[in-house]
T-cell receptor
Framework: KQEVTQIPAALSVPEGENLVLNCSFTDSAIYNLQWFRQDPGKGLTSLLLIQSSQREQTSGRLNASLDKSSGRSTLYIAASQPGDSATYLCAVTDSWGKLQFGAGTQVVVTP | DAGITQSPRHKVTETGTPVTLRCHQTENHRYMYWYRQDPGHGLRLIHYSYGVKDTDKGEVSDGYSVSRSKTEDFLLTLESATSSQTSVYFC??????????FGPGTRLTVT
């Protein structure tokens, strides 16, 4: 069974620092990997989708890398802002088309 | 934002009563999903649909049934609600095994 792990579970950084969020998965037979953001009491917002054939994907201040052979993805958020405070979740689509989620990393960016 | 609505947004019900949650989309996406989110367990797939009248079980399907009679609607039914089904329920849609878009969630409390 696919296991998705996110470390650390929580992270606090001062405004302006770069954020580095890690996601690891046990089965490299994935279709794609998706990063989400969730604000308290809200639904999930899709940030980036990386296909299994891609190494990275970028959107504005966000950059996500994927190393399928080692079962790892990293989300980089440049020049963090207080508005980046949220929980970030990664999820992999397995070979049956189903998403398996990590538990998330709770991020606090202090002014 | 993807055109996904969930109703009701909040519900309190008693143990043993039937409950139906509705997910409605305006995107004409083929795939629809129901997840539940619980502290300590993260997001888990309950059921999903890959077309009208085509559904399959997810990781935590016991006690739940689904129906999809139209492309735009996916219903989740708790036949006899139990306290263990107190949770936040999210609907999601996708075109294929691609990027998933989530609804705002339904907070269900079973007393």
């Amino acid at each position: 069974k696919q296991e998705v792990t996110q470390i650390p579970a929580a992270l606090s950084v001062p405004e302006g620092e770069n954020l580095v969020l890690n996601c690891s998965f046990t089965d490299s037979a994935i279709y794609n990997l998706q990063w989400f953001r969730q604000d308290p009491g809200k639904g999930l917002t899709s940030l980036l989708l990386i296909q299994s054939s891609q190494r990275e994907q970028t959107s504005g201040r966000l950059n996500a890398s994927l190393d399928k052979s080692s079962g790892r993805s990293t989300l980089y958020i440049a020049a963090s802002q207080p508005g980046d405070s949220a929980t970030y979740l990664c999820a992999v689509t397995d070979s049956w088309g189903k998403l398996q989620f990590g538990a998330g990393t709770q991020v606090v960016v202090t002014p | 934002d993807a055109g996904i609505t969930q109703s009701p947004r909040h519900k309190v019900t008693e143990t043993g009563t039937p409950v139906t949650l509705r997910c409605h989309q305006t995107e004409n996406h083929r795939y629809m999903y129901w997840y539940r989110q619980d502290p300590g367990h993260g997001l888990r797939l309950i059921h999903y649909s890959y077309g009208v009248k085509d559904t399959d079980k997810g990781e935590v399907s016991d006690g739940y049934s689904v129906s999809r009679s139209k492309t735009e609607d996916f219903l989740l039914t708790l036949e006899s609600a139990t306290s263990s089904q107190t949770s936040v329920y999210f609907c999601a849609i996708s075109l294929f095994w691609g990027e998933q878009y989530f609804g705002p969630g339904t907070r269900l409390t079973v007393t």
